[in-house]
């Protein structure tokens, strides 16, 4: 199984921790993940309100690349970047005024886009390619007593429902089955987290994560499991921040869903990214898999 990797820029930053899980996941799998050559940031969701072409041909780029590259998928661990690599395939093919002027812009820079490559989300790789079958064999820990708040984030089913539902999203409670965990009712799992407002607006975006962590809590679950760096840094983050403002204890561990799925493969926390995770260290699930030999 063979993809053309987009790695996104958040992944190089605060996003680390995705860029390590995701790998050492993929190792583990036996899915093969070739980088894009000179691939270039997306330009996220932000450049697309403020010069729709310019956004457009950014990220028409990077497909034009895999393409180049024999790619006939794609994928990416970031929920951001997945939407904004999609949303540029359906614009091109579905409005062809709009396709045409990104092409021509490409082939002004030596880059044929050619529409033969299909933008995956990692998530949906693992999970509809991998399979849970498969993931079950290499299960060496069950995730026993891990109750799990599935945070999809905004931008990983909407607007393209490609491999699940709008609103009531379940690939990643399917997983948590297949892992041992117990996936909790969550009806937050789609909710705005805010996004980039917590640097903008972070009165606005703190009380959104509040709500999310708060409901997660009620809920039962004592994880909340993310699949894109922005909503992992979000929720992760703040916590200190969120509990000494809205005076509630809403303290959860976050986990990406590849550092869960590496927990339960056994593999070394540090190798997942896990000591980037400012829930981790006073984690309850640090010390249960430290028990049976998974980290220190
Ligand atoms: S969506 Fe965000 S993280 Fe991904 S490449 Fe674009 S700007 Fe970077
Ligand atoms: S960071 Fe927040 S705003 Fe961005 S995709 Fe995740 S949930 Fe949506």
Redesign the pocket.
Known sequence: MKFGYFPGCSVLGTGRACEESTQAIVRELGVELEEIEDWNCCGATAYMSVDEHNALALAARNIALAEKQGATQMTTPC??CYLVLNKTKHYIEEYPAVGNRVKESLKRTGLQYKGTVRVRHMLDILVNDVGLDTIRKHVQHPLKGVKVAAYY????VRPYKDFDQYHFPETIDKLCEALGAEPVHFPLKT??????QMGTLPQVAQRLVFAILREAKRQGANVIVSV?P??HF?LDSYQHDIISRFKEDVGITCLYYTQMMGLAFGIDPNTLGLHRNLTWDRSPLRQQMAAVGVGA
């Open positions: 929920s951001g984030g905004c931008q990983t909710r705005c987290c805010g996004g980039s894109c922005l909503c979000n």
